[in-house]
């Protein structure tokens, strides 16, 4: 096993649990009962992932699945959950996203003057005193703050991780740079429909509209673990004699999984969700109507993308029946199209050729 790959494995592994923690933490702090610190069991299942991934796979990635991910989606989206539905009481001052620290640098100089005094006691207990009036300050940081944060650092650890995690032999790095660059995009996006949604003070008042809020913000997330995006089905010449649905499956996978997860799983949840907002509780706001606007274009532009798939299928199909070309229909249109071409001029060339050697043929034998 490369030394590189074991470490960036274990590296990878050990960001999301410790951000895992981080997120059982706060939810122990906000709820003030440590039962919650059973969620932190959760974690075992991402240390059983490692454990058969370094054995199996030597450390590298699966076929279009990623168990990691996913497992780090297990162990961190109860810890949001119950944070965004407890939301409490603490709020940020004035300003939005203003933090509130209510412990003053006196601790510190009393930590140090402390330590000072006492110091035949050693640095440890410096070390000590120090960390835990860093661990107080952190607890006074408003709870919205926290909840924002988790969420950011969430999704950037998702697009991190990914990148970090070793590759398998059934992607390439070319593959998996262009699904980073979408999954920058997505989190983005998932990213301002959590916070969007859910800072409205109307929708807070309405506990089952959160509940149904936090269900389509998880069911989007479950587009991370899966790299189908980049990665197409293998098509070989035999496909020919299969049905119509496979050999579209067959050279559009990766386009018809992209239009699918902007359909049912991002765009199209969305809208439904900002469309039930306004429509049927009478809310109303600028970026509410902006974003819904977005996701009725996005999913209008994805409906156009597989008219067009559509089309040139039954192009290639037609093509086909006639027999104006002999190439397999997973193949596109104008690729047909193209082959049919240099056909007729091949055709041309062994026609010109005799006859230019039967004119040549007499005056050899003058």
């Not at 274990?10 to 039962?35: C, D, M, N, Q």
């Not at 991190?160 to 032999?169: A, C, E």
């Not at 673990?225 to 496979?246: E, N």
Request: aromatic content about 10%; charged content about 15%.
């Amino acid at each position: 096993m490369e030394l590189l790959v074991l470490c960036n494995a274990l590296a990878t592994r050990l960001l999301f649990v410790l951000h895992s923690l981080i997120g059982v933490w706060r939810v122990t702090e906000v709820k003030k009962e440590p039962r919650y610190w059973l969620l932190a069991l959760l974690n075992l299942l991402l240390c059983l992932e490692t454990g058969l991934t370094l054995k199996f796979k030597q450390g590298r990635g699966y076929k279009w699945f990623s168990p990691a991910i996913f497992l780090y989606l297990i162990c961190t989206v109860p810890s949001l959950w119950l944070l965004e539905i407890h939301h409490g009481t603490q709020y940020c001052g004035t300003e939005p996203g203003a933090v509130q620290v209510n412990v003053s640098n006196q601790d510190f100089n009393q930590s140090r003057d402390s330590s000072h005094g006492t110091a035949h006691e050693g640095t440890d207990h410096h070390i000590i005193q120090t960390a835990k009036v860093f661990v107080n300050q952190l607890s006074t940081i408003c709870e919205t703050v926290w909840t924002l944060a988790l969420h950011q650092t969430f999704l950037l650890l998702l697009v991190i991780g990914r990148w970090l995690l070793p590759i398998g032999v059934e992607i390439t790095r070319d593959q998996l740079s262009q699904l980073l660059l979408m999954f920058v995009g997505t989190a983005a996006d998932i990213l301002e429909f959590a916070s969007e949604t859910l800072d409205i003070e109307d929708v807070r008042k309405n506990y089952a509209l959160i509940n149904a809020i936090l269900a389509v913000w998880t069911w989007s997330m479950l587009q991370f673990p899966l790299d189908l995006a980049v990665q197409h089905i293998g098509c070989k010449p035999a496909t020919t004699s299969r049905r119509i649905p496979s050999l579209l499956l067959c050279r559009y996978s990766a386009e018809l999984w992209n239009i699918g997860v902007s359909l049912f799983i991002q765009d199209g949840p969305f809208f439904i969700v900002r469309s039930i907002l306004m429509g049927h509780f009478r809310i109303f706001n600028q970026m509410l109507v902006f974003f819904t606007a977005k996701n009725i274009l996005v999913v209008t532009l994805q409906l156009y993308r597989l008219a067009v798939i559509t089309l040139d299928f039954r192009a290639t199909l037609l093509q086909k029946s006639r027999k104006e070309v002999n190439c397999c229909p997973c193949e596109p249109y104008e690729a047909c199209a193209h082959a049919t071409a240099s056909q007729g001029t091949e055709m041309k060339k062994c026609v010109a050729f005799p006859a230019k050697e039967e004119s040549e043929a007499p005056s050899e034998d003058q």
